[in-house]
């Protein structure tokens, strides 16, 4: 059996019309692929298929799921099968053994051997006389306790073979260990890998340690004390390129926030001691990559767990011009940054424990378009004609890699205004002939779609229960402010109630969402419903629009009517009446006269006031 998280990994990394395009002639229409239906026969084509969402549905003979559903269904293969066939496209490690006696066991020792490194960490750095020049190290960069306990810093010993001791006391496998990365092997012995480092425990976003970053304790040891940093090797579990350091800890101290009071920014950084200072002071929005140049991967990852973006960089030129090298990366996942620019010979570790909270606030507030950075680096620092030409030639050309047409059409727009470069050029530049075929018109601008008319459902209008769904299904974020307030206890329609209850389970499990497993728990109807909109719908493409759906939806939902409103007192009284508590029902029926008295006293204010106005008209 595969373990669910490398599963969920397999689908996030995966685009499932690299699996549709061989046997289905896919063509751009609004925000999804269109081709005819390879699982029954049809002259129109009404089979789509969204790589944003990871789906594909079929509106004539209602056929969909997942890119694992479409592959086994084509390939005749089994779930593994086809889960490890779409690991092998992307490179990723699949943990041999089908027959669920291996893969799963070794994902919980895996697990258990991270947590017991952790505490062989931990408690080094507490022990007297072993971890003094680390405690004294931290203490000298105004890291306190707190945010040590937080963070779970350790330390790696010098003597070289501690962990080694440990993990066999431990009866942890050293074969194990070494595949992780977390000891080395001469020979027939073994060593620890770490050696004379403070470590930072590197975790995926359900809390579990995946990897470490380790520093270099003592700045005189020479060049045989090995590079500054040392991150751990790709492991089973790890792929550096695919995490953020302190994700995991900004979800948790979001989810101690108020909906209203929780940033509506995620902050990137480049070190993990600028995590920790800017977290302790008090902004826990923040994370940075793990020793490695930003990748797609990582901004994706952004893209998905947080808002906006704002991403923080040293004043001097080595930060202008990583700063420039960031901006195509950011733009392929389909974000527009801003950026952050420190004065000289500052970091945000440094300025903010420096200057303190407000001073970096301020700093974040002046926060402008990396665009403005990558255009001076590839201009080179001329101006004219020509350096304009190479702009936006080079611009056109990052551009071109952005697939979503809304999101195209939004980044073309920001980047034509802050750069000066005529939008229309950048658009004929990024050979947007190809996707005014696909359906967008002239201009660039994607061509309007209908709603979901294919699939030949009553064009009723949705419910708000139905809407809600989808936003819920478009935006994970949602579900989490869903289940703070328990609203799916006011959800009464089939079977939207039933799918808002299960996503806020999965959340609740810290799984991720499919949306093609979603689709497939619902009939047919309600399956081609969603997924049209889902599909076709610009609203769930866009933020804002979605926001007001979201909130509107959320008011009507939790607004009882008066019938509602008997239904649930009674639904309490008889409550009351089995506990044989008089007391609470007595209680209870004098807030609902109260409650009654309330609205008939404001509604014979909104009377007289009307007739006030009606007068005084």
């Given at each position: 059996m595969i373990p669910e998280d490398k599963i969920g990994e397999i689908r996030q990394a995966a685009r499932i019309s690299d699996f549709v395009s061989p046997y289905v002639s896919l063509k751009r229409r609004g925000r999804s692929l269109l081709g005819l239906c390879p699982f029954h026969g049809e002259k129109s084509p009404s089979f789509s298929v969204s790589d944003?969402?990871?789906?594909?549905?079929?509106?004539?003979?209602?056929?969909?799921?997942?890119?694992f559903k479409f592959v086994m269904s084509m390939e005749n293969l089994t779930f593994p099968e086809a889960v490890r066939k779409v690991a092998a496209q992307y490179g990723i490690d699949v943990p041999e053994g089908g027959a669920g006696r291996t893969a799963a066991p070794e994902r919980e020792l895996i697990g258990a051997l991270m947590a017991s490194a952790v505490r062989y960490f931990r408690a080094c750095l507490a022990k007297a006389g072993v971890g003094d020049g680390a405690r004294a190290y931290l203490q000298q960069r105004g890291i306190a306790d707190g945010a040590t306990e937080r963070f779970a810093l350790g330390?790696?010993?010098?003597?070289?073979?501690?962990?080694?001791?440990?993990?066999?006391q431990e009866k942890q496998d050293p074969e194990l260990a070494e595949k992780l990365g977390l000891v080395g092997r001469r020979g027939s012995s073994i060593y620890d890998r770490f050696r004379g480092r403070l470590m930072f425990p590197i975790r995926d976003p359900q809390g579990r340690t995946v990897g470490f970053g380790a520093r270099r304790l003592g700045e005189s040891e020479g060049d045989n004390a090995g590079p500054k940093y040392l991150n751990s090797s790709d492991s089973p579990i790890y792929h550096k390129g695919r995490v953020l350091y302190g994700l995991f800890e900004a979800r948790e101290a979001a989810k101690g926030l108020a909906p209203d009071q929780r940033p509506e920014e995620t902050i990137?950084?480049?070190?993990?001691?600028?995590?920790?200072?800017?977290?302790?002071?008090?902004?826990?929005?923040?994370?940075?990559?793990?020793?490695?140049?930003?990748?797609?991967?990582?901004?994706?990852?952004?893209?998905r767990f947080g808002g906006e973006v704002l991403a923080l960089f040293d004043g001097d030129d080595a930060g202008r011009r990583a700063a420039a090298r960031s901006f195509p990366v950011f733009l392929e996942a389909g974000l527009w940054v801003r950026g952050v620019f420190l004065p000289q010979g500052e970091d945000p570790d440094s300025y903010v424990r420096g200057r303190g909270l407000d001073a970096m606030r301020q700093a974040l507030r002046g926060a402008v378009p990396l665009v403005d950075a990558y255009a001076r680096e590839v201009a080179g620092g001329s101006g004219g004609a020509a350096a304009a030409a190479r702009v936006g030639a080079e611009l056109a050309e990052v551009l071109r890699k952005v697939e979503n047409p809304f999101e195209y059409d939004v980044l073309v727009k920001k980047a034509a205004h802050w750069t000066g470069i005529s939008e229309?050029?950048?658009?004929?530049?990024?050979?947007?002939?190809?996707?005014?075929?696909?359906?967008?018109?002239?201009?660039?601008?994607?061509?309007?779609?209908?709603?979901?008319?294919?699939?030949?459902l009553p064009a009723r209008s949705p419910s708000a229960e139905e809407l809600l769904v989808t936003v819920l299904v478009a935006d994970v974020g949602a579900i989490d402010r869903v289940r703070e307030r328990d609203i799916v206890k006011f959800m009464r329609e089939q079977p939207w109630a039933q799918?808002?209850?299960?996503?806020?389970?999965?959340?609740?499990?810290?799984?991720?969402?499919?949306?093609?497993?979603?689709?497939?728990?619902?009939?047919?109807?309600?399956?081609?419903?969603?997924?049209?909109?889902?599909?076709?719908?610009?609203?769930?493409?866009?933020?804002?629009?979605?926001e007001r759906v979201f909130v509107d939806c959320l008011e009507r939902v939790a607004a009882p009517t008066e019938t509602e409103r008997k239904r649930r007192l009674l639904e309490e009284l008889r409550r009351?009446?089995?506990?044989?508590?008089?007391?609470?029902?007595?209680?209870?029926?004098?807030?609902?006269?109260?409650?009654?008295?309330?609205?008939?006293?404001?509604?014979?204010?909104?009377?007289?006031?009307?007739?006030?106005?009606?007068?005084?008209?």
């Open positions: 944003e969402g990871g789906f594909f549905h079929c509106f004539g003979c209602g056929a969909g799921g997942n890119v330390l790696s010993p010098s003597s070289g073979e501690g962990l080694v001791q440990w993990l066999k990137l950084v480049e070190g993990y001691l600028d995590v920790i200072a800017m977290s302790q002071a008090g902004l826990t929005n923040v994370v940075a990559t793990c020793g490695t140049a930003l990748t797609v991967d990582q901004a994706r990852l952004l893209r229309q050029v950048l658009r004929v530049q990024g050979r947007m002939v190809g996707r005014q075929a696909a359906g967008a018109l002239p201009g660039g601008a994607p061509a309007p779609t209908a709603r979901p008319s294919r699939s030949g799918v808002a209850a299960d996503l806020v389970a999965l959340r609740e499990q810290g799984r991720d969402i499919d949306i093609g497993e979603v689709l497939s728990t619902i009939d047919q109807e309600a399956r081609a419903r969603l997924a049209g909109r889902l599909i076709e719908d610009a609203t769930f493409a866009d933020p804002v629009a979605m009351f009446e089995e506990l044989g508590d008089d007391a609470g029902a007595a209680d209870l029926l004098a807030r609902w006269n109260t409650d009654r008295q309330s609205d008939k006293t404001a509604s014979g204010a909104v009377g007289k006031n009307a007739g006030r106005d009606s007068d005084e008209g």
